[in-house]
Nanobody
């Protein structure tokens, strides 16, 4: 069974950093593309970036490219999202998702989702 579990959310001070983990089970990371998304209240789900560890490929949304790094540890079957210079508008539920074939940030194209982790940014 494919399963994704996010962790690492919580409260972060404005200007700080967050490091979220996505633990995958039931599949090998290098067989899938892992995307990170977020959804703020009343807003559309937004793609932040993706990693395809099998291809050594990463891609980031323009809106966060300068602040986000996604990495993977295939031995641990874990993908990490690092985001810096956090702002209150980064407050959202953050999700990781997996796709077998889709390289992109349209959330509807992803097949498997974690439950999400809440990140709140304030001063």
């Amino acid at each position: 069974e494919v399963q994704l579990v996010e962790s690492g959310g919580g409260w972060v001070q404005t200007g700080g950093s967050l490091r979220l983990s996505c633990a995958a089970s039931g599949f090998a990371l290098d067989d899938y593309i892992i995307g990170w998304f977020r959804q703020a209240p009343g807003k559309e789900r937004e793609g932040l970036g993706l990693i395809s560890s099998g291809d050594s490929l990463t891609y980031y949304a323009e809106s966060v490219r300068s602040r986000v790094t996604i990495s993977s540890d295939n031995a641990e079957n874990t993908v990490t999202l690092q985001m810096n210079s956090l702002k209150p508008e980064d407050t959202a539920i953050y999700y990781c998702a997996a796709s077998k074939t889709y390289y992109g940030l349209r959330w509807t194209e992803y097949d498997y989702w974690g439950q999400g982790t809440q990140v709140t940014v304030s001063s």
